[in-house]
C-alpha cells in the first residue's frame, strides 16, 4: 500500500465518529465513581493488611468521599452540563444492583444505565425483578426503590406509578417540600424516614423516622407518625396499624446503604449511621467506654458493605462487638 | 497509554497508577479508551449512538472494576474490546434482540464484497467495491489501532496538516512525529491486511 493508497483510503473513510459531550460526560462521570470506588477499596485492603488487626484501634469504613458528597463535575463537562441544566437536573442516581432502565421525557429511547446518571425533571426510572436503584434529590434526600417498581421525577415530586419507595430526608437535606405522588394520594414529609408502597389499588405509607403529612382526595390525614403504617384503598378508608421499625420488613432498602464516609470520622459518628439504616437506636455497655468512641478515628474502606455488615468489621476491628435487645443495638468490649 | 507509544509495558504502567489512585492515570486511561470502545460499539450497532454510549459506558466501568486483573498481555484496547463484544451481546438482548449487531471482526458484508473484488483481482477499489464498506473496514482498521496513531493518520491524510503541527498536538518534536507516522502507517497496513482477505494493494491473496 503505497502513501497515495493509504491516504485514498483515510479519504473515504472520513472522520471517526466522536461521542457527544453528554454522552461522554455521563460515561465519565460513572467510569470516575467506579475507579474511585476501585482505588478506596484497595487502599483500605492495602492498610488492613499493613497492620496487625490485633492492633486495629484504626478500622475501617467506606462508601467513598464523592459518594456522601454532591456529584462533582466532570472534567470537559461543561457542555453536557449546560445542557442537563437546560433540563432540570432533579437527581443523580447513586447506587444501582441489577439492570434499570431511564426514559427520558423527551421520548428518548429507553436505555439501560447505572450509577453516576443525572436524572432530569420528566426522567422515568424503572426497576426490574433483581435490581434496585438509590438516587439523590438535588436537596441532598435519599430515594430508595425496591425491585419491580417504576417512578417518574420531578422538581421535588416522586411520582410512585407502581412498587415500593423509601425516603431518607436526613435532617441536613435541603429540600423539605419533597413529595411522594401516587394515584391515590400525596406524601409529604416532615423530616422523616418512611416508605411508601403503591400497586395500584392501595397505597401502604409506613414510617420510620419522624412524621409525614398524608393527603388524599382533597382530605388531609393526621399526620402519620413513627412506627406507624396507614392503609389507603381505592374507597379512601386508612386503616392505621402501628408497626416495627426494623426488621425483615425494612430490610430491602439495607441493600442500598446510604452514602457514608467514615474516612476521618469517630466511631459514634459511624454508629449513628448505621443507627439510621437498620433503624434501631444503639448505646454503649458502660458510660467508660464513651470517649473511646468519640476520639478514636476511623480509616479505611468497607465500600460495598450493608450497614449491618459494616458494623461487624468496624467493630471487631476496634475490638468491641453488639448485641441486639428489645431497646436497640448495645456496644459491648469483646 | 501515553501519546507517545501504546504497549502493553506502557498500559501495564498506566494501570499501575490508575490503581494506585492516580488521577492523571484515570484521566488518560478515560481519554483514550472511551472514543474508540464508542466507535467499536457504534460499528458494530450500525450507527445506533446512543446504543453505543451505553455500551462503551458500561464496558468502561465493568473493565474499571476488573482492572486488578489487567496482566498487560495484550494492550489495554484488546483487553478492553473482549469486554465489549460480550456487551454487545447482553445490550442486544436486553433490547429484544431488535437491533442488528456484528460481532465478527470479518463482517460478512465486508468479506462478501472483498471476495467479489478477490474474483476480479486486480480492479479498482473506488469502481470495484461498495465504498461503504470500504469505509467501514478502514474505520474498524482505525479502531484497532493505538488511539495515538489512528489520531495521526487522520491529522495527516484527513486534515492534511504538516507533521510540526501534528507533533505539536501530540506534544513531540517534529522527528517524534515523523517517527510515530511511520509507525501508524505501518501499523495500519499490517491492521488491514489482517483484517480483510485483500492485499494492501487491491489484490486478493
Known amino acids: 500500500m503505497t502513501d497515495d493508497g493509504l491516504s485514498e483510503l483515510l479519504k473515504l473513510a472520513g472522520r471517526r465518529a466522536v461521542p457527544d459531550e453528554h454522552h461522554q460526560a455521563r460515561a465519565r462521570a460513572a467510569a470516575h465513581a467506579e475507579w474511585k470506588r476501585l482505588a478506596r477499596r484497595r487502599l483500605w485492603r492495602r492498610s488492613l493488611w499493613a497492620s496487625p488487626i490485633a492492633a486495629a484501634v484504626v478500622t475501617a469504613v467506606v462508601l467513598p468521599a464523592w459518594f456522601s458528597s454532591p456529584p462533582a463535575p466532570t472534567p470537559g463537562a461543561g457542555h453536557a452540563q449546560a445542557v442537563a441544566m437546560a433540563d432540570i437536573e432533579v437527581a443523580t442516581l447513586q447506587m444501582v444492583t441489577g439492570a434499570i432502565t431511564v426514559t427520558p421525557r423527551n421520548g428518548d429511547a429507553t436505555r439501560a444505565t447505572g450509577a453516576g446518571l443525572r436524572l432530569r425533571s420528566g426522567d422515568r426510572v424503572e426497576t426490574a425483578a433483581d435490581s434496585r436503584a438509590m438516587f439523590v434529590l438535588r436537596g441532598g434526600t435519599i430515594v430508595k426503590i425496591d425491585s419491580n417498581t417504576r417512578v417518574s421525577l420531578d422538581r421535588g415530586v416522586v411520582a410512585l406509578d407502581r412498587g415500593k419507595l423509601y425516603v431518607d430526608a436526613d435532617p441536613q437535606a435541603n429540600d423539605r417540600d419533597v413529595v411522594v405522588r401516587t394515584r391515590l394520594a400525596t406524601v409529604r414529609h416532615l423530616g422523616t424516614q418512611f416508605e411508601v408502597r403503591f400497586n395500584g389499588r392501595a397505597v401502604v405509607v409506613r414510617v420510620r423516622e419522624g412524621e409525614v403529612a398524608i393527603d388524599a382526595a382533597g382530605t388531609k390525614w393526621p399526620p402519620l407518625a413513627a412506627g406507624w403504617a396507614m392503609d389507603l384503598s381505592a374507597d379512601l378508608r386508612p386503616e392505621r396499624d402501628q408497626i416495627a421499625t426494623y426488621g425483615s420488613e425494612w430490610s430491602w432498602m439495607a441493600e442500598l446503604p446510604r452514602p457514608f464516609t467514615l474516612e476521618g470520622s469517630t466511631l459514634r459518628a459511624f454508629l449513628d449511621w448505621v443507627s439510621r439504616e437498620l433503624g434501631r437506636r444503639w448505646q454503649y455497655e458502660d458510660q467508660s467506654m464513651r470517649e473511646r468512641f468519640d476520639s478514636i478515628v476511623q480509616r479505611g474502606a468497607i465500600e460495598g458493605l450493608t450497614a449491618k455488615q459494616a458494623m461487624g468489621m468496624v467493630l471487631e476491628a476496634n475490638e468491641l462487638s453488639f448485641r441486639e435487645t428489645k431497646e436497640g443495638l448495645v456496644i459491648v468490649r469483646r | ?205
Open chain 2, 1 to 205: 497509554m501515553d501519546t507517545e507509544r501504546q504497549s502493553p509495558e506502557s498500559d501495564r504502567e498506566l494501570v499501575k497508577r490508575m490503581l494506585a489512585g492516580d488521577g492523571g492515570a484515570f484521566g488518560r486511561f478515560f481519554d483514550a479508551t472511551y472514543p474508540a470502545l464508542y466507535r467499536f460499539a457504534l460499528a458494530r450497532l450500525h450507527g445506533n449512538r446512543d446504543g453505543a454510549a451505553d455500551v462503551a459506558q458500561a464496558v468502561i466501568c465493568q473493565a474499571i472494576r476488573k482492572l486488578g486483573t489487567y496482566r498487560g498481555e495484550a494492550t489495554l484496547l484488546a483487553w478492553l474490546y473482549t469486554f465489549a463484544r460480550h456487551e454487545l451481546y447482553r445490550h442486544v438482548r436486553r433490547d429484544g434482540g431488535r437491533l442488528p449487531v456484528d460481532l465478527s471482526e470479518d463482517d460478512p458484508e465486508i468479506s462478501a464484497a472483498l471476495e467479489s473484488l478477490r474474483a476480479t483481482s486486480g480492479g479498482d477499489l473506488d469502481t470495484q467495491l461498495d465504498r461503504h464498506k470500504v469505509a467501514a473496514l478502514v474505520q474498524r482498521v482505525l479502531g484497532h489501532l493505538p488511539i495515538h496513531y489512528a489520531n495521526a493518520l487522520e491529522w495527516k491524510y484527513i486534515d492534511e496538516l504538516p507533521v510540526q503541527e501534528i507533533g505539536g498536538r501530540l506534544g513531540i518534536s517534529v522527528k517524534a512525529a515523523e517517527s510515530l507516522l511511520t509507525r501508524a502507517r505501518l501499523a495500519f497496513r499490517e491492521a488491514f491486511q489482517t483484517m480483510s482477505p485483500l492485499r494492501a494493494d487491491g489484490t486478493g491473496s
